[in-house]
């Protein structure tokens, strides 16, 4: 039977995967990156890092539906996720991460032996 | 037991194209930023907002008339600093929204949490059905 999927997602309830949009900035000490979620509380978020690849997923905290009928809608309840592959320039060990006002930032700091280091000359008379 | 169904096959087809026009990244530019859903209740509206690094003194919401007028800014955070990516918009919005009936101008909430924030406004007592007896 052909079938609409369309008619039978609200039963499954099967959010759709938005990729959320990122600022990223280089220093000589780290990658910075910011990510916009909104929605999403601190323990639906899931960061890891495997194989060279940062995974940012996230789960929308939007499901619980109002009072109501729904009456007009621009966005669908979404969950994020973003992939983003990373050098070997980057410790592992060292990430921060803030999550502000629907904002995660990302610091990821730089091995020590990659950061330039600034050689001083002796002078020999 | 199995049997082929070419319906399937061209449904998938179908769905593939569905999937590309309709899904995009949260960045869908016909639409106005910030984007918004109306829960309509008997007496209660909720209204939800996706604004994320909006912060609440940036917001103003105002009642005018028959609208609710959502103002602001989302102030740039860039610092100086080389960028390898810049996707994300900043910039001043505005949005009204034409409101179903008359509300409670007195009990009107706003919550911002987690870059959403959440309005919840009250029918006003005299947008509500009366029933006349008849003496």
Redesign the interface.
């Known amino acids: ?6 008619l039978t997602i609200n039963e499954n309830h099967t959010n ?1 995967v ?10 000589e000490d780290l990658y ?1 990156l ?1 990510l ?6 601190k323990e639906n978020l899931d960061i890891s890092i495997e194989n060279n690849e940062l995974t940012i997923s996230a789960k929308t ?2 499901d619980a ?11 669908s309840s ?1 969950d ?1 996720k973003r992939s983003f592959r990373i050098g070997n320039d980057i410790d592992r060990s060292k990430v921060e991460a803030k ?1 502000e ?3 995660l930032t990302l610091l990821l700091h730089k091995h020590e032996t990659v950061k330039p280091r600034k050689i001083t000359i002796n002078q020999i008379n | 037991m199995y049997t082929y ?1 070419f ?2 096959d ?2 998938n087809l179908r ?1 593939i194209f ?1 999937d590309f026009f309709t ?1 995009r ?3 869908e530019p016909y ?1 106005e930023f910030p ?8 007496d ?3 209204i ?1 907002s ?6 609440a003194e940036d917001i103003d919401i105002q009642l005018v008339d028959d609208s609710l007028v959502i103002t602001g800014e989302k102030k740039p ?3 100086e ?9 900043f910039g001043e919005f505005k949005k009204m929204i034409k409101l ?1 009936y008359r509300v409670n101008h007195q009990n009107i909430k706003a919550d ?1 949490k ?3 924030l ?1 309005i ?1 406004l009250e029918k006003s007592e005299d947008a509500k059905p009366k029933k006349i007896e008849i003496l």
């Open positions: 039977m052909a079938t609409d999927k369309n759709k938005y990729v959320p949009l990122a600022d990223i900035y280089e220093t910075s910011k916009e979620i909104p929605g999403v509380p905290a939007l539906k109002p009072e109501g009928k729904c009456r007009y809608s621009e966005f979404m994020y999550l006002n629907g904002v | 169904n319906f399937e061209a449904m769905d569905d899904r990244t949260s960045h639409r984007f918004v859903k109306i829960y309509e209740g008997d209660r509206l909720t939800t996706l604004m994320p690094g909006v912060k955070d860039y610092e600093k080389p960028y390898l990516r810049k996707e994300r918009f179903p911002l987690d870059g959403v959440s919840t």
